[in-house]
């Protein structure tokens, strides 16, 4: 025996299964949409702490070949010369340079560097990196990491002490 459906009638509802209605449709555009743009956040958020770590890397490779220099100096009895440390571009203690140094300038321009971009500020003696993004900075102000060479001393109220040591430091500005 076989049972026969009854015609739909023009304009009748289909059966609960027979597909999306509009409100389903719009609901699940708009999870998709939420989950999208958090994706999106997160992707930036990675990008930026990628962006900072590699910056940490070059400096802990600066902070590496500054030692070495301090180390070699003090072996072969020329401690007298860990003053020119300080003067010297840290980018040149370096065997290869990072493929984003753009060099060392005397003066720059507000735009002649781009983001994402090590130099050397010969003018200020400073070391400089170039944030790409921020989270926290959407404004039209460039954000610039500044590093200088100094010198340390043991004995501060001495005039005449000698340098003991040299280091890259970060100049808040």
């Known amino acids: 025996m076989t049972f026969a459906h009854p015609p739909r ?4 509802r289909a059966g609960s299964g027979a597909g999306f209605t509009l409100l389903m449709t719009l609901v699940l555009a708009c999870v998709v949409g939420l989950l999208l743009a958090k994706v ?8 930026e702490q990628a962006e900072l770590v ?16 301090v180390a070699e100096l003090t072996v072969t009895n020329r401690r007298g ?9 840290p980018m ?35 070391l400089v990196y ?4 921020s989270k926290f900075f959407h404004n039209d ?13 043991l004995d501060k109220t001495n005039a005449s ?3 003991h040591g040299v280091s890259l430091d970060q100049v808040n500005e």
């Open 130 to 133: 170039l944030l790409r993004r």
């Open 9 to 12: 009638q023009p304009g009748a």
């Open 92 to 126: 040149d203690w370096l065997v290869n340079k990072p493929g984003n140094y753009a060099g060392e300038y005397f003066s720059l321009g507000n735009d002649e560097i781009p983001p994402g971009n090590w130099y050397f500020d010969r003018k200020e003696g400073k």
């Open 54 to 69: 590699a910056a940490q890397r070059t400096l802990v490779s600066l902070r590496t070949a500054l030692n070495m220099k």
């Open 141 to 153: 102000k460039r954000i610039a990491l500044k590093f200088r060479v100094s010198s340390w001393y």
């Open 161 to 163: 002490s000698t340098i």
């Open 81 to 89: 010369e860990l003053a020119e440390l300080a003067r010297e571009n």
């Open 40 to 47: 999106l956040e997160r992707i930036g958020f990675m990008q």
